[in-house]
């Protein structure tokens, strides 16, 4: 018998397939590789670009102030999120007779800074005969917890705080003050509560996005800023890599999903109704520019809007600059609040002496 032998066709099939399976390896190989690469540049890129809103940072946590250096009676309290967080706040009653109080205002800070930042502020309100709680947020002076959003999370805290005013037994109208991040929490948070009668936004942006850019010009001009502070904040206003890296590594740090189109004002201006709202803008304000006020003026729909920009003033010193202006208009606004909500409830006596106009 003869032995069979492989045709010369059958020799190339048997090579072309061993070809077949060294490519297949060497492409495998090569996407191992890639992905061995690109997965701690994707991790790194995502750390620092979520750090500045992830973590412990004590500068956010050092208190630059205290009420009696406003001659401000103060009560430390605490109460919780409605998400559970332990929040920090100073109880900072109005000089007046119980019946002549008339109301109280919750003071949200900004992404920077703490209660004590916005004691400046407390101190004519108490003078006029209100009520202050002044908020530590999230991640920020005594407060617990160690991430923070643009605003969109912190609304919870300020729910907290408008439940905590209410368990107190006060009955007046609740009026939430912010400051940029807090001016877009207390928008959020006035669309879910009752409680609230009117939103004072100082600095809120429209666009978070548009926001972080604008931190990010300026940190990078700030030389106190570390180099790692300022790539983060410039890695986290890139559009390509916050769909790509930063939203999802945020997600992984924190348990929470961040849409930023959800964090944005805007989205909270509809929701408003006919409660008054008076925006506030720096004219000079190269963070939040203060077309952000004047669009957001535009949407809302209340009859009782205001618009207030402050020539000279830029981001953080809106009441700095011009402080008289400032409390006039602030005072004239809360003002036209106690009337709508005498109007609206004719069984309560609340006097309008104290309010200028």
């Known amino acids: 018998m003869f032995a069979c032998s492989a045709s010369p066709s059958s020799g190339d099939a048997l090579q072309r397939a061993g070809w077949r399976r060294v490519t297949k390896r060497v492409r495998n190989t090569r996407v191992l590789l890639i992905l061995g690469l690109a997965a701690p540049l994707w991790i790194t890129l995502g750390w620092l670009a979520t750090n500045p809103v992830v973590g412990n940072h004590q500068e956010l946590r050092i208190m630059v102030a205290e009420p009696q250096d406003y001659g401000l009676q103060a009560q430390r309290v605490a109460f919780a999120a409605t998400d559970g967080i332990p929040l920090v706040a100073w109880w900072l009653p109005a000089r007046a007779e119980p019946e002549e109080v008339h109301g109280t205002v919750i003071l949200a800070h900004g992404g920077a800074g703490n209660r004590s930042h916005m004691l400046s502020r407390a101190a004519f309100l108490v003078r006029n005969a209100w009520n202050v709680l ?21 609304a919870q805290d300020l729910l907290g705080a408008a439940t905590y005013t209410r368990d107190r ?10 400051h940029s991040s807090g001016a877009v929490a207390s928008l959020h948070a006035a669309v879910q509560s009752a409680d609230v009668a009117a939103v004072i936004a100082d600095g809120a942006f429209i666009s978070p996005e548009a926001m972080m850019r604008g ?19 410039r890695l986290a206003a890139s559009r390509t890599l916050q769909v790509a890296v930063v939203l999802p590594m945020y997600a992984l740090r924190t348990g929470h999903r961040l849409q930023l189109e959800r964090a944005s004002a805007q989205s909270a201006i509809l929701g408003l109704g006919a409660r008054p709202v008076l925006f506030i803008a720096g004219e000079r304000d190269s963070v939040v520019p203060p077309e952000n006020a004047r669009r957001m003026y535009g949407a809302a729909p209340s009859p009782l809007k205001r618009l207030l920009i402050i020539p000279g003033a830029e981001h953080n010193n809106t009441y700095r600059v011009n402080a008289p202006l400032y409390e006039a208009e602030v005072l004239a606004f809360l003002h ?21 106009k």
């Not at 530590?136 to 912190?154: F, V």
């Not at 037994?169 to 912010?178: A, F, Q, S």
């Open 134 to 154: 002044a908020v530590d947020l999230r991640m920020h002076g005594e407060s617990g917890g160690e991430w923070m959003s643009p605003g969109y999370y912190e």
């Open 215 to 233: 931190v990010a010009n300026v940190v990078a001009n700030d030389p106190n800023a570390s180099i790692w502070r300022k790539l983060g904040v």
């Open 169 to 178: 037994g006060e009955r007046g109208p609740i009026i939430l003050l912010g």
């Open 336 to 356: 036209t609040v106690l009337a709508a909500d005498t109007a609206a409830r004719p069984n309560k006596r609340l006097k309008l002496a104290g309010a200028t």
